[in-house]
């Protein structure tokens, strides 16, 4: 089995100023710079001829190369205990067409739609759901991050391995984007 993903990579000076936020939160497990990145679309778990039939339904996408802005930070959480810290990306129509464009042929793949609503975002850390309220100092120094716009000429589909510490991230395909 393969555990997918689809996303845009994150510029490795994007990258590294992201990481200038990581700390300063306990029990939190900061992303490697070099598995940042912004998810469009994850996947799952899926046998090899489904990814084989998710790979040529991506293929299909054409669109335009665009800019992507990363601004503020904020948390998933749920029942008042977080679990994942982020940095916002700005929802720009070209962004939302692309997402929606990838669930389209995810789905005509033979998956199921996403349950989730896209919150374009980068995740940072990960942590075992931690009161609101103890993170709130780090949303509160880090609510004013923005990056440098940067072009995105290409989404990819990404494999996760898991592993004890934290997940390793291999590219499998890339779709360029040139529309």
């Known amino acids: 089995m393969l555990r997918l993903f689809v996303g845009l990579a994150i510029p490795e000076p994007v990258g590294l100023q992201l990481t200038t936020m990581n700390g300063g939160v306990a029990g939190a497990r900061w992303v490697a710079p070099e598995n940042l990145h912004l998810s469009l679309r994850f996947i799952g778990e899926v046998d090899e001829g489904t990814a084989e039939d998710i790979d040529a339904a991506l293929g299909q996408i054409f669109a335009a190369r665009e800019e992507v802005t990363l601004a503020g930070v904020d948390c998933f959480e749920k029942r008042g205990r977080a679990h994942t810290?982020?940095?916002?990306?700005?929802?720009?129509?070209?962004?939302?067409?692309?997402?929606a464009r990838v669930e389209a042929q995810v789905r005509r793949a033979g998956l199921p739609p996403e349950g989730r609503k896209f919150t374009p975002h980068v995740t940072l850390?990960?942590?075992?759901?931690?009161?609101?309220?103890?993170?709130?100092?780090?949303?509160?120094?880090?609510?004013?991050?923005?990056?440098?716009?940067?072009?995105?000429g290409e989404?990819?589909?990404?494999?996760?391995?898991?592993?004890?510490?934290?997940?390793?991230?291999?590219?499998?395909?890339?779709?360029?984007l040139n529309g």
Request: glycine content about 6%; overall charge positive.
């Open 85 to 99: 810290l982020w940095a916002g990306a700005e929802a720009t129509a070209p962004l939302l067409k692309l997402q």
């Open 125 to 152: 850390a990960r942590m075992k759901r931690l009161p609101v309220e103890q993170i709130a100092p780090y949303l509160a120094d880090h609510g004013g991050f923005q990056a440098a716009p940067f072009e995105a």
């Open 155 to 176: 989404f990819l589909l990404y494999r996760s391995h898991l592993g004890h510490a934290a997940a390793n991230y291999e590219t499998l395909a890339r779709y360029p």
